[in-house]
T-cell receptor
Framework: SAVISQKPSRDICQRGTSLTIQCQVD?????MFWYRQQPGQSLTLIAT?????????ESGFVIDKFPISRPNLTFSTLTVSNMSPEDSSIYLC????????????FGPGTRLTVL | GENVEQHPSTLSVQEGDSAVIKCTYS??????FPWYKQELGKRPQLIID?????GEKKDQRIAVTLNKTAKHFSLHITETQPEDSAVYFC????????????????FGQGTILTVHP
């Protein structure tokens, strides 16, 4: 399986600021996704990070709030903009390696607290 | 879009007993069904998955069954151990437009499994 890292692992931020989360994979992958997991809840897909083009957002998530970049096959960023306490959550990236057409692996997550 | 329902939300068993978690899905085009285990403070870990061309898959104490007609699938854990205690999530996915890969996962609500020694 792919080795996935995320930075930062956790952060505490002030209301109204923005945070960029990085996701790095040690091998090329076909697909990269960003999920949100609110405390005690399931995982909800924010968007699919498309290489070299705009991300595909799920209902309820917009680019102005969650801009995403994916400049190559191993790296993506998610920015949480103009944060409010409701954005406090764990943000996870996931990947589908080139070798496996369907198996999806998750990064360790970024625990965000907004005050 | 896809909707995945998972039951029960909590499950408590004695060590050595079996545990069964059930999920239903709504999108008949979904044909990949993974199960993830998430321990407290950790990332979700894939424990078993099944594609719709098979009805059952087993890996040691863990098995998954799929009924495409009824659109439900289940996770079975036999001879449970305290280290099986965790939150378990089912998910469903369908192929991407080109049919070359699977895309986004839609998750169930999760089941908190507690195995008492």
């Amino acid at each position: 399986s792919a080795v996935i890292s995320q930075k930062p692992s956790r952060d505490i931020c002030q209301r109204g600021t923005s945070l960029t989360i990085q996701c790095q994979v040690d091998s090329q992958v076909t697909m990269m996704f960003w999920y949100r997991q609110q405390p005690g809840q399931s995982l909800t897909l924010i968007a699919t990070a498309n290489q070299g083009s705009e991300a595909t957002y799920e209902s309820g998530f917009v680019i102005d709030k969650f801009p995403i970049s994916r400049p190559n096959l191993t790296f993506s960023t998610l920015t949480v903009s103009n944060m409010s306490p409701e954005d406090s959550s764990i943000y996870l990236c996931s990947v589908v390696p080139l070798a496996g057409r369907y198996t999806q692996y998750f990064g360790p997550g970024t625990r965000l607290t907004v005050l | 879009g896809e909707n995945v329902e998972q039951h029960p939300s909590t499950l408590s068993v004695q060590e050595g007993d079996s545990a069964v978690i059930k999920c239903t899905y709504s999108d008949s085009a979904s044909n990949y069904f993974p199960w993830y285990k998430q321990e407290l403070g950790k990332r979700p870990q894939l424990i078993i998955d099944i594609r719709s061309n098979v009805g059952e898959k087993k890996d040691q104490r863990i098995a998954v069954t799929l009924n495409k007609t009824a659109k439900h699938f289940s996770l079975h854990i036999t001879e449970t151990q305290p280290e099986d205690s965790a939150v378990y999530f089912c998910a469903a996915s369908r192929p991407n437009a080109g049919g070359t890969s699977y895309g986004k996962l839609t998750f169930g609500q999760g089941t908190i499994l507690t195995v008492h020694p």
